[in-house]
């Protein structure tokens, strides 16, 4: 893969939302200090954000790009697979409210972690499965529940997970057009399927 620009320092960020559609609440902050900040990839975001909204205890939810290589990338631009970023969604939650765990086990159940570069129909690096952490707790959780996972997904006859888990180096905010995209447009895409298969930890 190459960069699409020699000097990352030059790029300006992408023009995005200020609130979210739904809560009200900031998009890009600050939030509540005693919140924590999760980044998941589960394919298409416009399905996943929905999803991830849905939940009691989220207090906040972006689209954008992480994993990659060039600073602030546009929609095209990752989509031609040349930045190495994966389609995530931005998670702020109330871990009084809802735990790492539960969040885990919505992830895992909610699409197909075993398919690397695809989803569905969506093929792609873009779509890939990842866990982006921000906290040394949520790496060990990530991990543990990958594994637990795993085992059910095997029992049940299905693949080997390919989802990526590791710290969470940047996020970028998608488009504006791209927030709260199911809200806008209730009939819009989502192309969210999970493997009928349960995932059994949870909070």
């Given at each position: 893969?190459?960069?699409?620009?020699?000097?990352?320092?030059?790029?300006?960020?992408?023009?995005?939302?200020?609130?979210?559609?739904?809560?009200?609440?900031?998009?890009?902050?600050?939030?509540?200090?005693?919140?924590?900040?999760?980044?998941?990839?589960?394919?298409?975001?416009?399905?996943?954000?929905?999803?991830?909204?849905?939940?009691?205890?989220?207090?906040?939810?972006?689209?954008?790009?992480?994993?990659?290589?060039?600073?602030?990338?546009?929609?095209?631009?990752?989509?031609?697979?040349?930045?190495g970023h994966a389609e995530?969604?931005r998670v702020i939650y109330?871990?009084?409210?809802?735990?790492?765990?539960?969040?885990?086990?919505?992830?895992?159940?909610?699409?197909?972690?075993?398919?690397?570069?695809?989803?569905?129909?969506?093929?792609?690096?873009?779509?890939?499965?990842?866990?982006?952490?921000?906290?040394?707790?949520?790496?060990?959780?990530?991990?543990?529940?990958?594994?637990?996972?795993?085992?059910?997904?095997?029992?049940?006859?299905?693949?080997?997970?390919?989802?990526?888990?590791?710290?969470?180096?940047?996020?970028?905010?998608?488009?504006?057009?791209?927030?709260?995209?199911?809200?806008?447009?209730?009939?819009?895409?989502?192309?969210?399927?999970?493997?009928?298969?349960?995932c059994p930890i949870g909070?």
């Amino acid at each position: 893969m190459t960069r699409l620009s020699d000097d990352n320092t030059m790029r300006t960020p992408v023009e995005t939302s200020e609130l979210h559609t739904i809560s009200g609440h900031s998009l890009q902050g600050p939030y509540p200090e005693s919140f924590e900040e999760i980044v998941l990839g589960m394919g298409c975001f416009w399905g996943v954000e929905r999803l991830l909204w849905q939940q009691p205890g989220v207090y906040v939810t972006a689209a954008g790009y992480a994993g990659g290589m060039t600073q602030h990338p546009s929609y095209k631009e990752v989509c031609s697979g040349s930045t190495g970023h994966a389609e995530v969604v931005r998670v702020i939650y109330d871990p009084s409210k809802i735990d790492i765990e539960t969040l885990l086990q919505i992830f895992w159940e909610q699409h197909d972690p075993t398919q690397g570069n695809r989803q569905g129909n969506d093929i792609g690096s873009q779509y890939r499965s990842v866990i982006y952490t921000t906290t040394q707790a949520q790496q060990e959780a990530a991990e543990q529940s990958a594994k637990v996972y795993q085992e059910a997904l095997r029992a049940a006859g299905r693949g080997t997970i390919t989802t990526e888990i590791k710290a969470l180096e940047s996020f970028y905010f998608a488009e504006a057009y791209h927030q709260q995209y199911l809200d806008k447009n209730p009939n819009g895409y989502c192309g969210l399927k999970g493997t009928g298969v349960t995932c059994p930890i949870g909070g």
